[in-house]
């Protein structure tokens, strides 16, 4: 039971256009929210957070959205970068609990 | 402070053997996670610490998994009797839960192979 879902495995983007992931969820319990980046052999590196109380947040070239009558989420990237070509793993957890629940990636290619 | 700390980085062993990995959180962060990632997945929770207290442990983790954090430092997973289902990339994270919400922050893995 995939509770956090990540539709397109993969995204083209060009150099200094917008980049934009998508999230969907299903546990209604969820009430914050994660993106994080993934290098190949690195660990995951935290990006950006939204809490259910807000619909968006904002940080540098990084916007998160959420919907939540649509239990949607979005990530933004504007201007997208080749430094950003990587995956990128939405994660959500409730309130009770510690542990992330994750999506199971979009990877994302930044072309020059 | 260097971040979360894994080792060994790489770990090819064969089908029956037992493997231990450690687990060094920030030092000051007193949670601390345990996950598994396989390919074309996200990772999948396994266990959780809150100091030294195992507090939560995912069906996933079966009989052969047992995990400890001594003193609520660093962190040991095991596995015993090792399968060639359990090859992935077993990933360890921390948090300071100190009320609100901080996000965790991942060390860079243990890549597991069973030949």
């Known amino acids: 039971d995939q509770q956090v879902k990540q539709n397109s495995p993969s995204l083209s983007v060009q150099e200094g256009r917008i980049s934009i992931l998508n999230c969907d969820y299903t546990?209604?319990?969820?009430?914050?929210f994660l993106w994080y980046k993934k290098y190949p052999a690195e660990g995951p590196t935290f990006l950006i957070s939204i809490s259910s109380i807000k619909d968006k947040n904002e940080d540098g070239r990084f916007t998160v959205f959420l919907n939540k009558s649509a239990k949607h989420l979005s990530l933004h990237i504007v201007p997208s970068q080749p430094g950003d070509s990587a995956v990128y793993f939405c994660a959500a957890q409730t309130g009770t609990a510690s542990k992330l629940t994750f999506g199971t990636g979009t990877r994302l290619q930044v072309t020059l | 402070d260097t971040g979360v700390s894994q080792d060994p980085r790489h770990k090819i062993t064969k089908r029956g053997q037992n493997v231990t990995f450690r687990c060094d959180p920030i030092?000051?962060?007193?949670?601390l996670y345990w996950y598994r990632q396989t390919l074309g997945q996200g990772p999948e929770f396994l266990t959780y610490?809150?100091?030294?207290?195992?507090?939560?442990k995912s069906r996933l983790l079966s009989d052969r998994f047992s995990a400890e954090r001594p003193k609520g430092s660093f962190s040991t997973l095991e596995i015993q009797r090792t399968e060639q289902g359990d090859s992935a990339m077993y990933l360890c994270a921390s948090s300071l839960g100190k009320g609100g919400r901080t996000e965790a922050f991942f060390g860079q893995g243990t890549r597991l192979t069973v030949v």
């Open positions: 546990n209604s319990m969820f009430d914050y």
């Open positions: 030092s000051e962060h007193n949670r």
């Open positions: 610490f809150q100091n030294e207290a195992q507090l939560e």
